[in-house]
Each structure stands twice: as C-alpha cells, then as structure tokens.
C-alpha cells in the first residue's frame, strides 16, 4: 500500500513549491509554511486554501480551524491482486575512468502497471468554496504525476498517475 502521510505530505510540499511559499518563514529553514507568512505569499488566496485543506504549521495563530482534507492509505486494487506485486531491480555504480561496474545491489520496486485505490475526503465548513479547493488539489495531483513519490525518483521510480482526477463524489 502507499502510506496517506506519504501521499498527503509530498502533495502538500510540491503545493508549497509550485505557489513559491517554500522559504518564506526565514527564522525556521525547512519548515512547512504557516500563516504567520502570509503577507509574504505572492499569491495570497491560494496560500490560504493551502492552509485550510492542509492545516497550519502554527498552531497557536491557527485562523483557519481544522485540517479540511483527509487521505487513506492507497491499497491495491482488486484488478492487480493477482499480479506480481513487486519485483528486484539490480543496479550497480559504473567507473568512468575504468570502465568498470562496481558495488552491485538490489532494490525492491513495485513493477509499473499496479493499481492502487486512492481516496481523500473535504470537509467544507461555512464559507469554504470547494471549487477552489478542488483545483488546488487537483493541481497537486497533477504536480505529483510529474514528480515521483518515495526514494530513488531520479531513477525513475515513484511515478504516479492518477486516474479519475475530474471526477468527484460528493456524499
């Protein structure tokens, strides 16, 4: 399965670097934006849908209440249960200079073509706009789709599609 944390926390950081929210709190490197920066957001709306689907950083100034969206892990789907679900990559570190293949290892990957469920839910409270929080997340999907999600990314794994991106359930 994909962890949710994993799914909710890289979708929440591409967000925060396509927006160019990263680096805006200059006393705490690294840190996850909060509304304390707001002012310093050069598109403001955005950042502050970010904050109410994602949650603030800042606890204590936290204006916009509870955390709005909420994913469950990603299982496989009932039309991959019957596949090999993981496969061995072998890799190796080639020499330049000697032309040689040094230091052999095997990776454990899970073969393209799985299928997993994913599922995430809102919670739209008075004065929300769920409009604006779908094309936020749909923008982060897409973000992902063109990112990779887990280790080892400039090896080519962790690409992600997402299927049914314009389709919504609402209950």
């Not at 040094?102 to 799985?114: F, L």
């Amino acid at each position: 399965y994909i962890p949710a944390s994993s799914l909710k926390g890289k979708i929440r950081s591409l967000l925060e670097w396509d927006l160019g929210l990263v680096g805006l709190d200059q006393d705490k490197k690294g840190a996850p934006f909060s509304y304390k920066n707001i002012e310093r957001a050069k598109d403001r709306k955005s950042a502050e849908i970010l904050l109410k689907l994602f949650g603030d950083s800042d606890v204590k100034e936290n204006k916009f209440g509870i955390t709005r969206i909420s994913f469950s892990d990603c299982r496989i789907s009932p039309e991959s249960e019957d596949k090999i679900l993981s496969e061995a990559k072998y890799e190796n570190i080639i020499d330049r200079q000697k032309g040689t293949a040094e230091h052999p290892r095997q990776s454990e990957r899970v073969p393209e073509g799985i299928k997993f469920c994913y599922d995430f839910k809102i919670k739209v409270l008075e004065g929300d706009d769920i409009d604006d929080f779908k094309k936020l997340i749909k923008r982060g999907l897409n973000l992902l789709e063109n990112d990779y999600l887990g280790g080892s990314g400039s090896r080519g794994y962790g690409r992600v599609e997402f299927s049914n991106k314009d389709e919504w359930v609402e209950k």
